[in-house]
């Protein structure tokens, strides 16, 4: 396994999944911290194109901050 360099930027996300019975499909929010980002999925697909547009949009300066090493 080689070694990977820090970060230049990183973003957390904290996923909420629920179900509103055993035989109800899931569903989820996606809250990224440190903003007031929300977004509501259906489905799985829905939640990785949900994380993927959040990833692929500018953001305020404080995303592109070093994290400890």
């Known amino acids: 396994m080689t070694r990977q360099s820090a970060p230049m930027a990183h973003c957390v996300f904290v996923i ?4 509103v019975n055993a035989e109800a499909p ?3 929010v996606v809250y990224r911290s440190g ?3 929300i977004e509501y999925a259906l489905d799985i697909p829905e939640l990785t194109e949900a994380i993927h547009r959040q990833l692929v ?3 305020s300066a ?8």
């Open 26 to 28: 899931w569903e989820f």
């Open 16 to 19: 909420r999944a629920w179900r």
């Open 57 to 59: 949009q500018p953001h």
């Open 35 to 37: 903003s007031n980002e």
């Open 62 to 69: 404080t995303a592109n901050l070093p994290i400890a090493a």
